[in-house]
């Protein structure tokens, strides 16, 4: 019998070394794609003196590519797509020939805290560099087009004057920190973040050291029981808890994150306490600066590294290299009570009121910001506040003046009472302004939602459910958080059976996250084939809705029903 030998390890093939993911505490900092090269030369936060100094004065041909594409994001400014190109070019151009010479440029809005004051200064550049362009996102933010570089000193100034910028609101920074917008004024708030959210702000944005991110990096911060923020689609989330020992404080969530790689955070079990929540943000800050994957920008987001290490090992690691104390452990939140988006009537705690009001698909004017700031002052306001869902919030009404404000924001097409059609539509910048759209977005919705509200106001027969999210985005990356929606539109181009293309959508149904009607965050579910035109988009929600009514139970969410039901139900 011949006894078997190892073979020996010389002889061995050796199997090939695994690429290295561009984790700067394990692989070093050398750059591995020209992303990191271009951060490497020059900090982002450096180009606004080659703005203002340069590229000011020579216009846009004077601009260096690199920052063009690159480190202009780290000031707001990103180049917008040029009129007149359909979707089928999308993918198929250049960027240089899909965008205009003209910028969009993002108000960074922290908390979506806003005074009037600050309201009629977006209403001023909106209406005198801007055509009157102004969308608000569902990141809080307000969004302008058709900025000229030459004018961009100059919007600053205004900016700043009231204490407004555009600092970090793009780039592989830390970006705007959603906030609950019923912060301080709420009367069932648990605690309110608002010195969180400025601590975080006033020592940690805008600093070099952390202006070289990985990729984009998330914060969601609320003090609401109504869990406010998205919070489980966020790289960081702080939310409001009761700890039995310890009191009110924060639940921590790490990892969250959409785009076409969709992955829910994940909580660390820690109860964070208001004291050291701005320190534990910077500690999640710097994991995702020192190990997160550089070398492919498709896996260069925090989701990615969550997902390899495990809740447990970033909890060890966050404690041990970065804290240098355990932090206590902690219950998760429990089922909101209240909708999140803070749409109709709600008493303050100091007696007076806010107004939630639903714009349409997020679409402003500057023209809008003015008269709006001119009715909240009529009022007695001097505030409101920007949502992470679309929507604006005018603070601080007499409860003598609520009806007649309520009737004026109304009369300005902020819709106060609004059908559960236009409540929940989410609509990205879309083909109008963006390089990576496919198909159009905002008039889509728009028109969709005008006719469904006209259609199922002569349809008394038809159970509709209590709310029904419809999202809206332009293409894969789900700025408008498709996959979280009861109804997601994912924009593409399908057959329009004469040989060419048409614009349309990939559906996705039953997503949602924590909300009334749902204890966590789910995920909406694709049906092979199922596929709508932008023209038949009215019809199919229509015909949805009806197979909800006719085969859902009393009580039952879209969402639930819409995961229960089988295809044919659906298609």
Not at 356 to 381: F, I, K
Request: charged share 25%; hydrophobic share 35%.
């Amino acid at each position: 019998m011949t006894q078997a030998t190892d073979t020996p390890a010389s002889t061995r093939p050796a199997r090939p070394a695994a690429k290295p993911h561009g984790q700067w505490k394990i692989d070093g900092t050398a750059p591995l794609n020209p992303n990191e090269a271009f951060k490497a030369d020059d900090n982002g936060l450096n180009v606004r003196e080659r703005i203002e100094k340069v590229y000011a004065q020579g216009g846009f041909d004077s601009i260096d590519p690199t920052d063009l594409h690159g480190r202009f994001r780290w000031w707001g400014l990103y180049t917008q797509r040029k009129p007149g190109i359909d979707g089928g070019k999308t993918a198929t151009l250049e960027p240089h020939e899909l965008e205009d010479r003209y910028f969009m440029l993002r108000v960074r809005i922290d908390g979506g805290t806003l005074s009037t004051d600050q309201l009629r200064t977006i209403g001023e550049i909106s209406r005198d560099f801007g055509r009157n362009t102004a969308d608000v996102t569902d990141r809080q933010n307000i969004q302008l087009h058709w900025i000229d570089v030459v004018d961009v000193p100059e919007i600053w100034r205004r900016l700043e004057a009231v204490g407004l910028d555009t600092t970090e609101a793009c780039g592989d920074v830390p970006r705007v920190i959603l906030g609950s917008p019923v912060a301080g004024i709420a009367k069932d708030e648990i605690l309110d973040p608002t010195p969180v959210i400025r601590e975080i702000r006033e020592r940690f944005i805008g600093d070099a050291e952390l202006a070289n991110l990985p990729r984009k990096f998330k914060t969601a911060i609320s003090g609401h029981p109504s869990q406010d923020v998205v919070h489980e689609i966020n790289d960081i989330a702080l939310i409001a808890v009761i700890h039995p020992e310890y009191g009110p404080g924060y639940d921590l969530w790490v990892g969250g994150g959409l785009s076409t790689n969709a992955r829910l955070a994940e909580r660390l079990g820690v109860f964070v306490s208001a004291e050291v929540a701005a320190d534990v943000w910077l500690g999640v800050v710097s994991i995702f600066r020192d190990y997160g994957y550089r070398r492919l920008r498709n896996k260069a987001r925090l989701k990615f590294l969550m997902n390899d290490w495990g809740p447990e090992k970033f909890r060890k690691v966050l404690e041990e290299e970065y804290l240098g104390y355990a932090l206590p452990d902690g219950d998760a939140p429990e089922k909101p009570t209240t909708p999140g988006d803070h749409v109709g009537i709600h008493e303050q705690k100091d007696g007076r009121y806010f107004i939630g009001a639903s714009p349409n698909a997020g679409r402003l004017s500057g023209t809008l910001l003015l008269e709006l700031a001119d009715l909240l002052e009529r009022h007695g306001s001097r505030r409101l506040r920007t949502t992470p869902h679309q929507k604006l919030l005018a603070l601080d009404i007499p409860a003598e003046s609520v009806k007649a404000a309520a009737a004026e924001l109304d009369a300005l097409g902020l819709a106060t009472a609004p059908t559960i059609f236009r409540r929940s539509a989410i609509a990205c910048t879309g083909i109008e302004f963006c390089k990576l759209a496919i198909v159009d977005t905002k008039d889509t919705t728009i028109a969709a939602v005008a006719e469904l509200e006209a259609r199922f106001a002569a349809k008394s027969a038809v159970r509709l459910p209590k709310s029904l999210s419809l999202h809206v985005n332009g293409c894969p990356n789900s700025c408008a958080r498709i996959q979280t929606a009861d109804i997601g539109l994912k924009g593409q181009l399908l057959p329009d059976g004469n040989g060419g293309q048409t614009p349309g959508f990939q559906v996705h149904l039953g997503g949602g996250l924590a909300s009334t009607s749902r204890g966590e965050a789910g995920l909406g579910r694709t049906v092979r084939g199922l596929k709508v035109t932008a023209e038949e988009l009215p019809d199919y929600i229509e015909r949805v809705l009806e197979s909800y009514s006719a085969g859902s139970d009393e009580g039952e969410s879209f969402a639930a029903w819409s995961h229960r039901a089988a295809d044919e139900d659906v298609l």
